[in-house]
């Protein structure tokens, strides 16, 4: 299985400034994923991020207002932009393992006030 | 469109009983089926991974079947402890490679 940590574990933020969440993976993969969690809900697909190219996001989300980096197999970051108490979100990172068994980060926590 | 059901949304229970979660999918083409178990405000853990030719994985007290032609999987759930309380999301991994969740079950065991 994959180790997964992220970054920060949980913020608080103003309306209108943007966060970015690192995810960092103790293995090479190929495709890691994004997801958010809105309170109460379950999870959502943003956006699937592969080295060397434009990651690819589900309907309903933009590039301009989650752009997702992964500049190596290890390691994504997720920016959140222009934020809005709507955003107030669990957002968590993925991996695939054998099998494409899907291992997850501990997430982070954000509120936007 | 893949959409998932689970069945019942919330369910408590006495210490030491048995008890079966259910899942249901709308789309049988799927890759794979996996249950999570999340504690609040925390990340996923998984469980059980059933591939999409298997009828059933066990892993200790739990025990995951799949019918893939009636679209259901159930997770099974032996002499349950206050431990086992946490939030129960089945998904399905589509023919893309994604996954698609249910709503959840949440769990709790009283001691």
């Known amino acids: 299985s994959a180790v997964i940590s992220q970054k920060p574990s949980r913020d608080i933020c103003q309306r209108g400034t943007s966060l970015t969440i690192q995810c960092q993976v103790d293995?090479?993969?190929?495709?890691m994923f994004w997801y958010r969690q809105q309170p109460g809900q379950s999870l959502t697909l943003i956006a699937t991020a592969n080295q060397g190219s434009e990651a690819t996001y589900e309907s309903g989300f933009v590039i301009d207002k989650f752009p997702i980096s992964r500049p190596n197999l290890t390691f994504s970051t997720l920016t959140v932009s222009n934020m809005s108490p709507e955003d107030s979100s669990i957002y968590l990172c993925?991996?695939?393992?054998?099998?494409?068994?899907?291992?997850f980060g501990p997430g982070t926590r954000l509120t936007v006030l | 469109k893949q959409e998932v059901t689970q069945i019942p949304a919330a369910l408590s229970v006495p210490e030491g009983e048995n008890l079966v979660l259910n899942c249901s999918f709308t789309?049988?083409?799927?890759?794979?089926l996996q249950w999570f178990r999340q504690d609040p405000g925390k990340g996923l853990t998984s469980l059980l991974l059933?591939?999409?030719?298997?009828r059933e994985q066990t892993s200790g007290r739990l025990n995951a079947s799949l019918d893939k032609s009636s679209g259901r999987s159930t997770l099974y759930i032996a002499a349950s402890q206050p431990g086992d309380s946490a939030t129960y999301l089945c998904?399905?991994?589509?023919?893309?490679?994604?996954?698609?969740f249910g709503s959840g079950t949440r769990l709790l065991v009283r001691p």
């Open positions: 059933i591939q999409s030719s298997q």
């Open positions: 993925s991996v695939s393992g054998t099998g494409n068994e899907q291992f």
């Open positions: 998904a399905v991994m589509d023919s893309s490679y994604k996954l698609i």
């Open positions: 789309d049988s083409a799927i890759y794979n």
């Open positions: 293995s090479q993969v190929t495709m």
